[in-house]
């Protein structure tokens, strides 16, 4: 796996095709995903929604409505929502959960497009209610669960272990409605994970549906992986490309707050203008908004996130 040096690991911390059309508005271009908006934003062409990856509003232990109530005082889209052990919604109590929650934030005219999932296979614990109750609240994709690189086993092996478990997943999800996705992520501590080099998700995903299995490409992590090279690696998988993640990163300084690193001058937001991508985009929150436990509170939350959008925004205007 090929790195540039001048990016260090970063630290861990980590369709439906309709939804309810009283309160969203469905469109696709380009195949790049549909993007669900709501009333009050339908009408402004091509513009990308911006949900947070509440692993965030965990920190600090947000119930659902408070969650509603800083997403939309933020003025981001919704959430993409960890529904996993340890996650915003525990898998055992998704049936319940998630659609109280889609609830609330529609209550504000927010949406729930996304969930990261711990799923990794139909065989995975409670991944048929999860994603039943995924396709009831009208999410578009799940993002699966971590895929750590096994030792002793070549990648070509792993990816075909991998495309056999997605294909498993796929009926399951062309039965609902909903898309999955497999997620570039760099190592991170002791963990190293399958598809840090998109060359891996690349040869996993080879014969497989993008509508029922997807990439969310991270240009955050395919910069620490690949560098300057990114590009030429994101090709491999632009076929498969559903979903754009985002987090800024720093040469030598790992996750930074959104403009402070080194992603605005990739022209990967040029390069999303030009594929026609008005998909969501989630907005991850990595770095430290809190300035070491300083301003780790609702408004501290509330501050970083405005500025955090208002730099994504800013981003996609200029591009």
Known sequence: MSRDADYPVANAVSRRDFLKRTMLVSSAVAGYGAAPLSEAKAAEPGRCPIVVFSKVYQELGLNFNEAAEVSSEAGLDGVDSPVRPGGEIEPERVAEELPRYAGILRERKLQIPLLSTGILSTATPHAEDVLRAAGTAGVQYYRIGFIEREAGVSSEKQAREVRARLKDLTALNKAIGIGALIQNHSPAGNHTY???????????????????????FDIGHALVVHGAEWRRYFELVKPHFRIAYVKDVAAGRRWVPFGQGDIAGTGYFKLLRQMGYHAPISMHMEYDWTNHGKNKSRAGLVKALKESRAALEGWLADA
């Open 194 to 216: 399958f598809g840090g080099d998109l060359r891996e998700i690349a040869a996993a995903l080879e014969g497989l549906d993008p509508a029922q299995a997807g990439v969310a």
